[in-house]
């Protein structure tokens, strides 16, 4: 029996052939990225010194240039001085594997250097709730809406060439205008999450809403529905699978807003814990923090479709996630 | 082809013209006058219909054929409401309607029950609409659902039954809010020909044993034939009255009776008025040379 072509046109792939592309998918970026880590010959721009020799300025453990180093390397060797030492090593600002895996771990234990700063987990607790307070005041305002826009051709008229005009106003450009007006503490931060997502939520959720069959509608105008009944018992119950996976996207696009809106006003979550990082040049626990994000956001979605499935049971014939 | 020699389709047997007597003296439900329909597109007005004209007495059951074009959906989408007249009126029970409402309860031919709602909640939506309490409207839509058959389904999702049953609740849902007229917008058109003749039989079973008057939209001339007394035949480009006729078909309804003389006149009189001689047949005709040829023969021009 031959195999499938791995290459059909639109045709799925089997389960086991799924399931070792997915790995392949996280694999090969972390086969590139501990070549370059651990392989001396590949790349390594710098030396790091364990013997200083003769050369005034340097220190063990230091970093420099293959060339400079190369350079006093020769200088010394003329002068007839003690020859430094030293074996090649990526920049600061690229830690290895190994490194990371352990800042994942060591990140939340380290106790922090000043007793007024937080530990990574409040830090953490803290970002996730400028995005929660960001996105719910968000949509308390923009799901209503969209819905109605989508509904009623007039309140669509009336609202939605502003959003739509406003939408392309970036969100960072008012950070200083929510300072002013918000302080500096929390208040800005969820302003930026808010003004980030709700333009975007408005039109996406009144798009949605203006492609429910209108043959539902019709049907429940031919049984009786006045508007009330027509807006609460067909229009939003028909969104409300499409809605919830356009609120999962919303979500994931107010989370790029995070990093950005947190810079704004006194530094605080995660970002702060970032910066702060790089400032101590531990980059390992700068790149743990950066993934967390990465895997807090993934898993929070990967759990709200698992949810999905079970909120709209009818959904399933229609196979369109 | 021989014609057969069939009767004409305005004679009626004694009991088919008791019948009528009897369905001509009963109270009219819905009264057309002049209803005409006047679309704006972009090449101008377009005229879907124009100067319509019928009655449709209680208890009758009516379908309407005409060719593609004829503006039957625009007729039955104006009558529920849906679209407004430009001129003429709409009486139903002698009060002008515009707009819809459960008095004149739809089929539609896509299927559009409610896909978040089981079968039961889908049947008591046109009650709870009303007012009905939720025990008062179950029950009654349990009612309707036995008697479409479908006892075993209630509690179970739209997505889960065939195009038959769908449009068997679709039947339900809309009779379950009491209208005064079911207007049918060819329901049974997606489905497959034996479901089809399953869910005639069913209708017609349906409309003998409550109160209820039919109009009924179809392309299928053997269909409008079988399930009506009176058939609304529509001219198209505008959409005209061309003529009522009064089906000779004695009831109740067999599938045996297709083959009768009288049905077979009435569908004759119908393939006249839908499909005149003259128009289309030069395309027939020139296939007719290949009618002996046998595969892998060649063909001669017979001329």
């Known amino acids: ?321 | 082809m021989t014609k057969l020699d069939l009767p004409n389709y305005k004679d009626q047997s004694p009991e088919v013209k008791a019948r009528f007597d009897d369905l001509k003296q009963r109270d009219v439900i819905l009264d057309v006058k002049h209803l005409g329909k006047i679309f704006d597109s972009a090449k101008g007005p377009v005229t879907a219909l124009e100067d319509i004209n019928f009655q449709v007495h209680r208890r009758e059951f009516v379908t309407v054929i005409g060719p593609s074009g004829c503006g039957k959906s625009t007729l039955i989408r104006t009558l529920a409401g849906l679209e407004s007249a430009t001129s003429g009126e709409v009486l139903l029970e002698g009060a002008a309607v515009s707009g819809p409402g459960p008095d004149r309860g739809m089929v539609f031919q896509g299927y559009t029950l409610f896909p978040w709602l089981t079968v039961k909640k889908n049947v008591m939506f046109g009650l709870r609409n009303q007012g009905v309490s939720a025990v008062e409207a179950e029950s009654e839509a349990l009612e309707w659902i036995n008697l479409v058959g479908l006892e075993k389904f209630a509690e179970v999702y739209p997505d889960q039954l065939s195009g038959g049953m769908k449009q068997r609740v679709a039947i339900a849902r809309a009779l379950a809010a009491k209208p005064r007229i079911l207007l049918m917008d060819e329901p049974f058109g997606a489905l497959d020909a034996q479901t089809r003749s399953k869910m005639q039989a069913y209708l017609l079973e349906i409309w003998r044993h409550i109160d209820i008057t039919i109009l009924f939209i179809t392309h299928d001339l053997d269909e409008a034939i079988y399930l009506a007394d009176r058939i609304l035949v529509l001219d198209a480009h505008p959409g005209r009255v061309s003529e009522l006729i009064e089906v000779p078909v004695s009831r109740p309804r067999a599938p045996e009776q297709l083959l009768q003389p009288e049905f077979l006149a009435a569908r004759q009189r119908l393939d006249e008025l839908i499909h005149p001689p003259g128009q289309g047949d030069e395309e027939v005709g020139k296939l007719n040379m290949l009618r002996f040829a046998k595969v892998g023969e060649e063909v001669q021009p017979q001329n």
């Open chain 1, 1 to 321: 029996m031959t195999s499938a072509p791995w290459l059909a046109p639109r045709i799925a792939l089997s389960q086991q052939r799924e399931r070792v592309l997915t790995l392949l998918s996280f694999l090969l970026p972390l086969l590139v990225w501990a070549a370059v880590s651990y392989t001396p010959f590949i790349w390594h721009p710098n030396m790091e010194i364990t013997e200083p020799g003769s050369v005034n300025y340097f220190q063990e453990g230091m970093q420099i240039e293959r060339e400079t180093f190369q350079e006093e390397y020769n200088t010394q060797l003329e002068a007839g001085g003690e020859l430094p030492q030293g074996f090649r090593a990526n920049p600061v600002y690229l830690p290895a594997p190994h490194e990371v895996a352990i800042a994942f771990y060591t990140s939340f234990t380290t106790e922090p250097r000043r007793r007024s700063e937080q530990w990574l987990h409040e830090s953490l607790w803290h970002s996730i709730q400028i995005i929660f307070w960001g996105f719910t005041l968000s949509s308390i305002l923009g799901v209503p809406l969209g819905i109605l826009s989508g509904t009623f051709a007039a309140v669509s008229r009336l609202h939605e060439p502003f959003i739509e005009f406003f939408r392309y106003l970036p969100a960072p450009a008012f950070g200083a205008l929510a300072v002013a007006i918000l302080g500096i503490y929390d208040g800005p931060k969820i302003a930026i999450i808010f003004i980030g997502t709700f333009f975007q939520q408005v039109l996406v959720i009144s798009n949605t809403t203006r492609k429910l069959d209108i043959a539902l509608l019709e049907a429940a105008l031919t049984l009786g529905a006045n508007r009330r009944q027509l807006l609460f018992k067909v229009v939003i119950p028909g969104v409300l699978p499409q809605l919830y996976k356009d609120q999962r996207i919303l979500l994931g696009w107010a989370w790029t807003y995070l990093i950005v809106a947190e810079l704004i006003g006194t530094s605080s979550g995660i970002t702060w814990f970032i910066t702060q990082q790089a400032r101590y040049q531990n980059f390992d626990n700068v790149f743990a923090a950066i993934m967390m994000i990465g895997i807090i956001g993934l898993l929070s979605d990967l759990l709200l479709a698992r949810l999905g499935k079970r909120l709209f049971p009818w959904e399933r014939s229609s196979n369109k996630s």
